[in-house]
């Protein structure tokens, strides 16, 4: 007799032989124990309905961990919904193109909890010097670091080059590991610095740091149009 369970001619003896000398059946096959039918008495088939209550308690618990990890994830973005709301209701109440890159700087690292912030702006000076702000005179062409990020107008987050990472905050660049950079239209950039290199990270999902960058581009037009 072969060990085989394809036979046509199998007889239930010979499955049960089989099966008693390959014990690991079952776990190379474990949809098949979960539609066996098993008898209500105790005995030899008890080992199998506590694989089955095993398996089903596995398939539980992983279903729960999935749970916890999508409440998680919802209570998280709930958090940054009202983050870039308060954002928004602060740049409304801006009237001034100073006010409202302070309101900006100030928001963000406050409520985003963010230990470096840089906002890069095309064209002349037209803001009071600080540590937070970067003027480029000569538009994108003075950022040939950035090129291809401005000519895509996405969002990047992650770990940034050393040539980058100086370009957009100087000296303070050394404690800066990972770095989230948004378009601001023609207007320029915005930058948020982490000391946790997995605080931003390349797979992150980028609909919020849109909806940040949108926000501030409209704020920073809609002042300089009111000066």
Not at 97 to 121: C, G, M, Y
Not at 203 to 220: N, Q, S, V
Request: without cysteine; aromatic residues 6%; negative net charge.
């Amino acid at each position: 007799m072969t060990d085989s369970v394809t036979e046509p001619t199998l007889q239930p003896e010979q499955v049960a032989a089989y099966l008693r000398r390959h014990p690991d059946f079952l776990a190379d096959y474990p949809d098949l124990a979960a539609k066996l039918t098993l008898p209500r008495e105790q005995g030899a088939a008890a080992s199998l309905a506590v694989y089955q209550l095993q398996s089903l308690r596995e398939k539980n618990a992983e279903l729960e961990g999935r749970l916890a990890e999508l409440i998680a994830i919802a209570s998280e973005n709930e958090a940054l919904m009202k983050r870039v709301h308060d954002l928004t209701i602060t740049l409304l109440r801006a009237n001034t193109p100073e006010v409202t890159a302070r309101s900006v700087i100030a928001k963000l690292s406050a409520d985003f909890q963010t230990e470096q912030v840089r906002l890069v702006l095309f064209g002349p000076a037209t803001l009071p010097p600080a540590d937070w702000l970067v003027h480029v005179p000569e538009g994108r062409g003075g950022l040939p670091e950035f090129a291809d990020f401005l000519a895509h107008h996405e969002p990047i987050a992650g770990r940034l080059s050393a040539e980058r990472l100086y370009r957009l905050f100087g000296q303070r660049a050394e404690n800066v590991r990972s770095a989230a950079v948004m378009p601001l239209g023609e207007l320029g950039l915005l930058a948020i610095g982490s000391s946790n290199p997995d605080h931003f990270q390349p797979g992150m999902g980028t609909l919020f740091l849109k909806m940040i960058a949108t926000t501030i581009t409209a704020a920073l037009t809609r002042a300089r149009d009111i000066g």
